[in-house]
């Protein structure tokens, strides 16, 4: 499970604190087949984006970010290697950190 730290900079504005996954699709390319471009956005792009997740959707908890997985991996559209490697670049601003990691102390 990936959990949010902080707020990352908004990919595209790169004024505000981001607050959802924005998905921007490719439409010269079907989608078919993986497609577009995901960033972590603020509200700025919310009359061009295609489609979206909000981190309070996403980050709510370990069930809900399963669901959201799941339901994104379904679509034909998805483009797995672009959302890693939008998480990668939220992963360098120390935004998220995967949490999957054994805890250091137990009991
Ligand atoms: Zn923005």
Not at 46 to 72: A, P, R
Not at 86 to 91: I, T
Not at 96 to 104: A, V
């Amino acid at each position: 499970m990936i959990k949010l730290v902080k707020s990352p900079l908004c990919e595209m504005c790169g004024k505000k604190p981001a607050v959802s996954f924005a998905w921007f699709q490719d439409h010269d390319r079907p989608i078919t087949r993986p497609n577009g471009k995901w960033m972590a956005t603020c509200f700025c792009t919310s009359d061009i984006e295609d489609y979206y997740v909000t981190f309070d959707l996403y980050f709510h908890g370990k069930k809900e970010q399963n669901d959201w997985d799941s339901h994104l991996y379904r679509k034909t559209w998805f483009d797995n290697a672009d959302w890693w490697k939008m998480l990668g670049r939220l992963q360098e601003q120390r935004a998220i950190k995967d949490s999957n990691e054994q805890p250091t102390a137990i009991g």
